[in-house]
């Protein structure tokens, strides 16, 4: 194989090279990709799909003055390696490394920072309008995937777009897959656009749509036989596209680089908005993530020979989840599934399999999918929706204003909730126990392992209201989940170990870290209570109470934002019970955490066990005999 990606550092490098050069190339990165997602983990079957796709789009327009804006930003790897980034991907979603999304604080190629889905068309239609209102005159690129144009935004922005008629391009990258297989009407839609012939155009039509490019649009036409070939699969109405005011092209095929480069020249000097309409295949080039696309979607470290991933031995939170809900569908024939098209990443594939009339996967639309979730309890059934906490944030005002306010007793699976590491800071489910806590009629739960959250799960479909339980990313305590469930009784919390000099008061994943925290002060001769808080709405005011008149030192501990979060709920309580004690909250401060492994990033924030006793010993050093605190310090907690 040649060696042409060592040569290339800029977009720019790749100006002067032939068609066969850059298939050549695109080779080359692919097999790079391979590799280095192979020891990095990663979003690897996306970015597979789209080097032909980046490789013309930076050969065609001239970034960074031409902007170019990804949906998501998974599949940004490729662009990452043309502007600059390649000998840094080793460093790939490693803390302190590269982000594994676009972030312009990362090149000046990178234009906006994404993560979350269906945002791409609404931010480049926005560089587009303050591009015109400056009189500057350069493209606008958005690339979005047929999964993200399930998401509503999407069509709030091409409405939008369709009636400013700027000029905007929009790349639609359709690999039929969301991470599990795209769903939806409009996924069909798409479908009839790439296979049904009697959606193919007539000459007189597509000499129509080129004589619209201004001053050479009529050669463009005249010329047009040249590439007669080419237009017959490129030209196709996408009326539902024209309709909302875009000049739709395609379907492309985005693995064909001569017939990109063609087509994306020509829409280049064409004007308004215009949508192409891409083929390629998620995973192309590597077998393993060709045939396993939703694997292959966002993977850990893997053996590029075989395929296989690395394997873990501990239960993750989400398996748990599996397990209990296809039990709890077993015995309850109200019980339904919703997903946000996170199937596998939520763990409903079990469900979905054994229940497939009870399973609805909606597409990448959280707002809906809770509202949905609200008619069906409205009418009878006992629906549980299964998001991401981070991509909860989306469905704010429908847990308010359709869950909530009529009381109905929805689940919420709240995944990935806290820290979740190298996806970083569009990801990190932080801010749920702020958004949620405050929602009347709401119960919001938090396990501090395995098995109370079975219980907790058991507890919520019990309740005739609706309950929230957030749980973390990865692997769990390694707690046997019993047969046996229990009903936690609501709003109480549980006394883990008893002490004198201070109370630990933690939640979910922190009543581990409080745990340690706890035997680290332990061996200091410090004895603090460790409480598991298990509810943070409703809080146990009585528990609190009781420990405010017991210590004068109270620790809170969180994976949560500080601001509005568990922490708060502590200060709350006490000065609605007119009681006073020291307190020290440990969670995150009013920042967004990097990307990193969570341990490493818990560290950084000063989270890590050692930490966080150092610091209840610095704030309360009195609690210590003065010889014994200079030794701590110095020791760093070592008994
Ligand atoms: C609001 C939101 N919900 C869910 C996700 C998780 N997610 C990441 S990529 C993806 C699928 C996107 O599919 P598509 O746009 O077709 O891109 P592809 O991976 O197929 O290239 C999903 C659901 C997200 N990033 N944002």
């Known amino acids: 194989m040649k060696n042409l990606l060592t040569s290339i550092k800029t977009p720019q490098d790749i100006k002067h090279l032939s068609v066969q050069q850059l298939n050549d190339l695109a080779a080359e990165i692919r097999s790079f990709l391979i590799n280095s997602v192979s020891e990095s983990g990663g979003h690897l079957a996306a970015n597979l799909g789209v080097v032909e796709l980046s490789l013309a789009l930076h050969y065609v327009f001239n970034s960074p003055v031409d902007k170019i804006v990804w949906d998501v930003g998974h599949q940004s790897y490729v662009h990452k390696i043309l502007t600059g980034r390649k000998d840094q991907m080793q460093t790939l979603r490693q803390f302190g490394g590269i982000s594994g999304f676009p972030k312009f604080e990362e090149s000046e190629h990178d234009v906006f920072n994404t993560g979350h889905s269906s945002t791409s068309i609404s931010a480049a239609l926005g560089l587009a309008l303050a591009r015109d209102l400056a009189k500057d005159d350069y493209a606008v690129v958005a690339v979005t995937g047929d999964g993200a144009l399930t998401g509503g935004m999407c069509y709030e922005a091409l409405n939008h777009a369709g009636n400013e008629g700027c000029d905007l391009l929009v790349i639609l990258n359709d690999n ?21 012939p009697s959606y193919f155009r007539t000459k007189d039509e597509i000499e129509m749509v080129l004589t619209r490019i201004p001053g050479i649009g009529p050669n463009i036409a005249r010329a047009a036989g040249r590439f007669k070939d080419i237009l017959k699969f490129i030209m196709v109405p996408g009326k539902l596209f024209e309709e909302l005011g875009f000049t739709y092209i395609g379907p492309v095929d985005g693995h064909d680089m001569q017939e990109l480069l063609t087509v994306l020249s020509n829409a280049r000097s064409m004007k308004g908005p215009i949508l192409i309409h891409t083929i390629t295949q998620k995973g192309y080039g590597y077998e393993p993530a060709y045939r396993n696309p939703d694997v292959f979607h ?14 873990k031995k501990i239960k993750t939170y989400t398996e748990v989840f599996s397990d209990f809900i296809v039990k709890k569908a077993a015995e309850d024939s109200r019980v339904v599934a919703i997903t946000a098209a996170m199937a596998s990443g939520t763990g409903l594939k079990d469900f979905a399999q054994r229940y497939p009339e009870r399973f609805f996967d909606v597409g990448i639309c959280e707002a809906h999918a809770v509202t949905l979730a609200a008619g069906m309890a409205r009418n009878g059934l006992r629906p549980v929706v299964c998001i991401y906490s981070t991509f909860l944030q989306r469905a704010y005002d429908q847990i308010i204003h359709d869950v909530a306010l009529q ?33 009347p009629n709401l119960t919001v739960m938090a396990p501090a392992n395995e098995n109370e959250f079975t219980d907790m799960l058991h507890t919520a479909f019990a309740m005739e209201s609706p309950v929230a339980i957030r749980y973390p990313r990865g692997a769990g305590q390694g707690v046997a989940v019993k047969a046996e469930r229990e009903f936690i009784p609501v709003g109480k919390a549980v006394t883990l170990r008893k002490g004198k000099d201070l109370a630990i008061l933690a939640i979910g994943r922190a009543v581990v870290l409080g745990l340690e925290v706890q035997g ?15 509810y943070v709405k409703p809080l146990d005011q009585e528990k609190v109470f009781d420990l405010a008149t017991r210590f004068s030192r109270m620790v809170t501990i969180e994976d949560n934002n500080l601001a509005g979060g568990f922490g708060s709920a502590v200060l709350e309580s006490l000065i609605d019970q007119h009681q006073s004690a020291d307190v020290l909250r440990f969670g995150i401060k009013d920042e967004f955490v990097e990307h990193g492994r969570v341990d490493q990033l818990f560290e950084y ?35």
């Open 176 to 196: 039929e897959m969301s991470i599990s297989r795209n769903v939806g009407a409009m996924s069909s839609y798409l479908n009839r656009l790439r296979t049904d």
């Open 298 to 311: 966002g993977v850990g470290p893997f053996d590029v020979e075989t395929g296989q991933l690395v394997n």
């Open 407 to 439: 009381n109905l007793p929805v689940v919420f699976a709240v995944d990935r909730a806290g820290l979740v590491g190298e996806d970083g800071p569009t990801h990190h489910g932080v801010f749920d126990l702020a958004y949620l806590r405050h929602i």
């Open 520 to 534: 680290i002060l332990q061996k200091q001769g410090i004895a603090a209570e460790l409480v598991n808080m298990r």
């Open 605 to 639: 924030l000063d989270l890590d066990p050692e930490s966080m006793a150092e610091k209840i010993v610095q704030q309360w050093p009195e609690i210590l005999g003065k010889k014994k605190w200079e030794l701590f310090r110095f020791g760093k907690a070592q008994g």
